[in-house]
């Protein structure tokens, strides 16, 4: 048996396989916000998989944990992560492999979004294809000749940080001008907050006396036309396309896969994401790419970890 830990800002997931990768348990819990008390959590919800799955904790061969932020995939450390900042340097296979006694591996929150959405059927037609995650902030991952990349450590396609705004907005990380300031959930919030009162009937207005804003609540409104909520989602999806241009140029994919909560806006974003593309993008690279979205999102990061738990489990061997 393998599981996989799929850790959030907002949830953890975990799910439980066989060796032939069929799904023999899910959980999803709330992140706490200490470190020590997230560790508690992981080993909580492999103690509910074994258990809802009938069998012993010893009957698990490993264990692998997909963490947003730069990590040391070899070390098992998070050197930094901004869904959880109490990470710094943090030996987290380390403490898991302590606590529950089976070989741990640690992995990018992308990699194991891209790892679960190849296992899953989506990508498999193509050798070279991009993972692009749209949520708080913006992950990637990359299959190159049918092999995900990593990297040198793991921390490889963290294109949230690529700079597309020279001395533009500050970012967490440190940097100025990161494409997740620009194209990101937080982003798009961050847009109706500054423009809103250019458009005095926008139904927002009245919408955010009731209950707080988020991306969903933009994205509903634009499928309505309201005039805010539409140069909202046409302003971040100008910066992804920018991005995704840069990509291209890069990669020259056959295919790009979003994923992620705002992915779900797609049918808005792809079009102007593909016009951006067709006119920056260089000829020869740009054409013939596929642009597709995620289906069924909730569990696939952590089956994702679960197959990479057993890859590097058999890797070790």
């Not at 997931?13 to 899910?26: D, E, P, Q, W």
């Not at 194991?112 to 070279?128: I, L, S």
């Amino acid at each position: 048996m393998f599981v996989g830990i799929d850790i959030g800002g907002t949830n953890i997931k975990g799910a439980l396989v066989n060796k032939s990768g069929k799904l023999l348990g899910f959980q999803k819990t709330e992140t706490p916000a200490s470190s020590e008390e997230i560790d508690k959590t992981i080993y909580s919800i492999i103690e509910n998989l074994a258990t809802s799955a009938t069998v012993s904790k010893i009957d698990i061969s490993a264990i692998c944990i997909g963490a947003a932020g730069s990590i040391d995939r070899v070390k098992g450390v998070v050197i930094t992560s901004p869904n959880i900042p109490s990470w710094k340097e943090y030996p987290l296979t380390k403490n898991i492999e302590k606590i529950t006694g089976t070989k741990t591996f640690l992995e990018n929150d992308a990699t194991v979004a891209c790892a679960g959405a190849w296992w899953q059927g989506k990508g498999t037609r193509y050798r070279n294809w991009i993972m692009v995650t749209l949520g708080t902030g913006i992950g990637g991952a990359a299959v190159i000749d049918n092999k995900i990349y990593t990297g040198q450590n793991g921390s490889s396609m963290e294109i949230g940080h690529m700079t597309i705004e020279f001395n533009g907005r500050k970012c967490v990380c440190g940097n100025q001008g990161c494409l997740e300031q620009y194209a990101s959930a937080t982003a798009l919030v961050g847009f109706i907050r500054e423009n809103i009162n250019k458009f005095p009937e926008s139904s927002i207005h009245e919408i955010i006396k009731r209950e707080p804003l988020t991306a969903k609540i933009i994205y509903e409104e634009a499928i309505k036309k309201d005039p805010l909520a539409v140069n909202a989602i046409k302003d971040i999806s100008g910066y992804l396309g920018i991005g995704v241009a840069n990509l291209v140029n890069i990669f020259n994919p056959e295919a790009i896969l979003f994923g992620g909560g705002l992915s779900q806006a797609g049918k808005i974003i792809i079009p102007i994401v593909k016009k951006t593309v067709k006119q920056r993008a260089l000829p020869g690279l740009k054409e013939n790419i596929k642009y597709l979205t995620l289906k069924d999102q909730s569990k696939i990061a952590a089956m994702g970890a679960a197959k990479l738990a057993i890859d590097r489990y058999n890797e070790a061997k």
